[in-house]
């Protein structure tokens, strides 16, 4: 860890603890997993470059393979806290920070749920609809045809979501409703971790 | 992106256009109703001047926003506000969050000297206080292979971890009270160090024949096994050390000239672990009640929190993952099946509820039978191993053993088997998957306390006597002189043999059964596959042992140190064990329930160890060989004579409290609490049942009214006003 900890500047280790959830030792390590993905010679301004998606998808935390995925919501997390102007999902190492900051175990319930939110919403447009529903249920149950639900089976469930989180009647989950949800969840915070 | 309270918190349904079904046909397209009109709504004023009063976070949170995109607004709430929530909870980028930091700080300078102080002290001490999380977290028992295992194999898992480092810990606090209060004392003034000396008086008013005691520590040539055979069962050489309750033979310690009352510090020590369990268990729970609370009682919110929260964003494994997916997918259809299923038991005929309620009426009757099989024969195994075990002579070393192991392994025996027929007879029953689950639980924790409970039973049917010479005494003074020590060398053999069983199945049937998974291709074998981490069982386990250690403490007071050093054993097995030779759990486990039900279930353990402690020191004659309750009747004596030594006043006083005069209305009182609050509770959720409905009739008049409005707009002519 010492290596490490001389290629990050002690202010810029404050300043990023002063910043995230995250305290000095995750912030090193993190630091250190982020520099390995990167190529030998751009490790040592690992702050100011930007991985492609590619790479970061590489982190077991988030890795692909062949034809399994250990995360099934990689490409989602990629999106929303990427800030890359182009719109590719590449990650800078800020934005993997903030990552591990709303995933780690200080991160309050109400940050969770804000960017649980925004994960969830696969088309972007502020609030959760059956067809957001949908999608997510079918990464929870895995890739496959044999892992899906049949479409009787996916009406019911998500006819059921509706009715127990959408108070205004919609029939979209908004971010308040989603909110309201969540904060009577018990298993919510204890699952939107990622320990590296 | 979505826009974060861009602007102030519009509500949901007036950003884009949907089509709303149960008013409006399909084919109207509602545009956004004009987002200036929306505003000059008086609900819609009156909430932004609540939120502004109130500083509400997303208030804030939109006007910081608005900072940082550089755009006025409504009126900004003043300056201090701002600087209120640590930049670390902000929902923003590392890049936004250091911009709105450098403009409060460029905004700093301009607040008065009070603000500024204000704020750089509110920030240092949030500071501080996560500083101080931090070092704390670090001295945490374990953390890092917690930590890890929660990594590596989810949360359900890892609860299990986190319970057994909070026995450790009960444990060892246990034995420090013990020790320190009790142990040490006794020692202490044994060996006369620091000046101190022991009294022992003679009891009067008592039969000579009942002071006879003399344990058989070992004398003259014995073979080595016999010292072996005394570690594992109590006897020997180690019934005289501080080990036992027959050491404690001590009516008063003198240090100098302070009078130490041994009889009382080992009484009030013994209420005070209870106590001290008692609590600790319940602060524990308190918290993990509530969640439980709300997760049972809002049976509507389950589908939610199977699809938001379902997935463990820890799992990193692949093949952890792929069973996750699994799972998910599994209880997702047992979930709507079952409802399917509800609807269908709904319109169950007569006939058939019939025939289904006779057939749980037999297999109760059965799985009743089953309890009273174990119960009897751990009945006549103690009471066989009672007599026996003093034959030394006559059978061998080994027989002995087995001998005196005998309730041991008879209960763990009928700990093992009956929760096997349990779980073969429920599926008979015919209820609904989710309270089988909890059915079978229930009978297993009933099986594995009421054994404990039986096994003192037969003990004290031992114990107790008949004849008219030992009434004198009040117990049979021919076999059990010292009868707390034999009880306590029972509770002792119990412990180690529970601890040996943890060894011997992880060394002699998790990892062979790996290694011939690993290297054998028969079909038979790979379909008998790996073992599973059974949670609830491994749980139920050591809540048996700390039962055991509950009970055992007043008649044997080192007991927590042994049980301290067993769980941090089993702490390293279970791990060894978990990591090489166990696969991942099929069925989910809940963490949240897990946690509560632990709890509940080590709750349930502890009162039922209130039980047989207080008979022994309320109702059972305490033993006139030993210990330091010789000349009193029985171990609760002391208190009432200790009582008469106070003054007067405070004597009338506990009288009173104690009495019925003030025992009864204080119950009354605190019923009239309890009903208070369930009433309280009652009304509360009426009333939120009722906002809920109301919410839904006034979006839907909102929604009408407007539709009202724009078609009016449209048909007078006026130029619409953008859409928002």
């Known amino acids: 860890m010492g290596g490490s900890s001389s290629l990050l500047p002690q202010e810029a280790l404050g300043e990023y603890q002063e910043l995230t959830f995250l305290n000095k030792q995750e912030i090193l390590l993190a630091y250190k997993r982020f520099s390995e993905l990167l190529p030998r010679e751009q490790r040592e301004n690992a702050c100011s470059v930007r991985v492609p998606k590619s790479q970061i998808l590489t982190l077991p935390e988030l890795r692909p393979s062949p034809s399994r995925q250990a995360n099934p919501f990689q490409h989602r997390i990629c999106h929303v806290f990427s800030t890359s102007e182009d719109g590719d999902d590449s990650m800078s190492f800020e934005d993997f920070l903030d990552m591990l900051s709303v995933f780690s175990d200080a991160a309050t319930s109400d940050i969770k749920s804000r960017y649980a939110f925004r994960i969830f919403d696969f088309d972007d447009d502020g609030v959760l609809d059956g067809k957001d529903l949908e999608k997510l249920v079918n990464c929870l149950t895995g890739q496959g045809e044999e892992a899906r639900l049949s479409s009787i089976e996916m009406e019911q469930l998500i006819r059921n979501v509706l009715e127990e989180s959408d108070i205004d009647k919609d029939g979209t989950i908004n971010l308040s409703e989603f909110q309201h949800v969540i904060s009577r969840s018990p298993d919510f915070v204890s699952s939107f971790k990622i320990v590296l | ?724």
Not at chain 2, 576 to 601: D, E, M, Q, W, Y
Request: proline fraction near 4%.
């Open chain 2, 1 to 724: 992106m979505s826009e974060f309270g861009a602007g102030a918190e519009l509500p949901g349904w007036v950003t884009e256009s949907r089509s709303r079904g149960e008013f409006f046909s399909p084919e109207e397209s509602h545009a956004a109703a004009p987002a200036g009109f929306l505003q000059e709504l008086p609900s819609y004023r009156s909430v932004l001047r609540r939120r502004a009063a109130a500083g509400d976070v997303q208030e804030r949170w939109g006007n910081l926003r608005g900072i940082a995109s550089a755009e006025r607004r409504e009126p900004q709430p003043d300056g201090g506000e701002r600087g209120a929530i640590p930049l670390w909870e902000l929902p923003f980028s590392i890049a936004e969050k250091r911009r709105i930091r450098d403009l409060q700080q460029g905004d700093i300078k301009y607040s008065s000297g009070w603000n500024h102080w204000k704020r750089t002290s509110s920030k240092s001490w949030k500071k501080a206080l996560k500083d101080i999380k931090e070092l704390s977290s670090y001295m945490q028992l374990w953390r890092h292979d917690i930590h890890s295992i929660e990594g590596k194999f989810g949360t359900g898992i890892q609860s299990y971890f986190s319970f057994l480092r909070f026995l450790v810990l009960l444990n060892f606090l246990m034995f420090i009270l013990m020790f320190s209060f009790v142990t040490l004392p006794a020692v202490i003034s044994n060996y006369g160090i620091f000046n101190s000396s022991s009294t022992k008086i003679s009891p009067n008013n008592t039969e000579p024949y009942c002071t006879v005691y003399t344990p058989s520590g070992n004398k003259g040539l014995v073979y080595f096994y016999t010292y072996l055979k005394d570690l594992l069962t109590g006897t020997g050489f180690l019934e005289v050390t501080v080990l036992f309750y027959g050491y404690y033979t001590i009516d008063a310690a003198w240090f100098s000239v302070l009078r130490y009352n041994l009889p009382l510090a080992y009484l009030l020590t013994t209420f005070a672990y209870l106590a001290l369990s008692f609590v600790w268990i319940i602060k524990r729970s308190v918290e993990r009640f509530r969640q439980h609370l709300v997760h049972d009682e809002d049976q509507f919110q389950s589908y939610c929190n199977k699809v938001f929260a379902g997935w463990d964003f820890c799992i990193t494994d692949l093949n952890a993952a792929r069973l996750k997916h699994r799972s998910l997918l599994y209880e997702l259809q047992t979930n709507l099946e079952e409802e399917r299923l509800k609807q269908k038991i709904a319109e169950r005929t007569m006939k058939e509820k019939l025939r289904i309620y006779s057939l749980r009426i037999f297999i109760n009757i059965i799985v009743i039978a089953v309890l009273s099989g174990c119960f009897y024969s751990i009945y006549r195994a103690t009471v066989f191993s009672q007599e026996n075990s003093s034959n030394i002579s006559i059978v061998g070393f080994q027989a002995n053993l087995l001998v005196q192991y005998l309730p041991s392994i008879v209960i763990t025996s009928a700990n093992f088997i009956a929760p096997q027929i349990f779980s073969f007879l429920i599926a008979f029953e015919d209820y609904s998957a989710a309270f089988e689950i909890r059915l079978t639980l229930i009978r297993c924790v009933f099986v594995r306390l009421a054994n404990v409970g039986v096994l003192l039973f037969s003990l004290w049917s031992q114990i107790h006597c008949d004849n008219d010479q030992c009434k004198a005494c009040g117990y049979d003074y021919e076999l059990y002189p010292c009868w707390e020590s034999a009880v306590g060398q029972e509770m002792y053999k119990l412990l180690i043999f529970d601890f040996m069983i943890i060894i011997a199945m992880t060394l002699f049937v998790d990892f062979p059964r790996k290694l011939l998974v690993t290297y054998c291709s028969w079909k038979l074998v790979q379909w008998w596959g790996l073992q599973e981490f059974g949670i609830s069982d491994n749980v139920l386990e050591i809540i048996y042992g700390q039962t055991i250690c509950w009970i055992g403490t007043f008649f044997s007071p080192l007991l927590p140190a042994i049980a301290t050093i067993k769980y941090f054993i089993i702490f390293y097995i279970k791990k060894i064990s978990l990591i090489h030779t166990r696969k991942p759990a099929s069925r989910p486990i809940r963490a949240s329930s897990s946690n509560f039900f632990f709890l509940a279930v080590l709750l349930i353990g502890l009162i039922l160890a209130f039980v047989p402690l207080g008979v022994s020191i309320a109702l059972i004659s305490s033993s006139k060989a030993c210990g330091p309750f010789r000349n009193f009747n029985t171990s609760w004596a002391i208190v009432p004579y200790t009582i008469l030594e106070f003054p007067i006043g405070l004597q009338k006083f506990l009288y009173g409290i104690a009495s019925e005069a003030f025992a009864v209305p204080f119950f009354v009182i605190a019923c009239l609490f309890m009903f208070y609050f369930i009433a309280l509770a009652g009304a509360h959720k009426r009333v939120v049942e009722q906002l809920r409905e109301q919410l839904v009739t006034e979006s839907r008049d909102k929604l009408f009214l407007l539709e009202k409005l724009s078609e009016a707009q449209k048909n007078s002519g006026k130029p619409q006003k953008a859409r928002s």
